[in-house]
């Protein structure tokens, strides 16, 4: 069973940065891919960042591309995986969650239905 919780977020201004941290607090100490996600009000939940078991490759939408950085590390012989995210803007304003899927095949996964656990989330405020 993997429990993940979201830290990190806050109100920031826009140009700032912050670094999102996902720990897993579940029994496994496997690692496993991670995908980072945000959700807007009124608008889609979408991927902002993935990454793939053992951390050797990832993903970034095109518009989170140079700004978005995806990373795991283990503490405490557990995974906790990051999103360091730069020069941020007003529009990045959203809840960010991150991700794990039920299995792993050594890929980072991009849709929503590729993931069976959730964090319950992170605010972003970013004001201009």
């Known amino acids: 069973q993997v429990q993940l919780v979201e830290s990190g977020g806050g109100m920031v201004k826009a140009g700032a940065s912050l670094r999102l941290s996902c720990m897993s607090t579940g029994a496994t100490s496997e690692n496993y891919a991670v995908g980072w996600f945000r959700q807007a009000p009124g608008k889609e939940r979408e991927i902002v960042a993935a990454?793939?078991?053992?951390?050797?490759?990832?993903?970034?939408p095109d518009a989170m591309k140079g700004r978005f950085s995806v990373s795991v590390s283990r503490i405490n012989d557990k995974q906790t995986a990051y999103l360091q995210m730069n020069n941020l803007k007003p529009e990045d304003t959203a809840v960010y969650y991150c991700?794990?899927?039920?299995?792993?095949?050594?890929?980072?996964?991009?849709?929503?239905?590729?993931?069976?656990?959730w964090g319950r989330g992170t605010q972003v405020t970013v004001s201009a």
């Open positions: 991700a794990a899927p039920y299995y792993n095949y050594g890929n980072y996964y991009t849709r929503r239905s590729d993931y069976y656990y």
């Open positions: 990454i793939a078991q053992g951390g050797g490759r990832t993903y970034y």
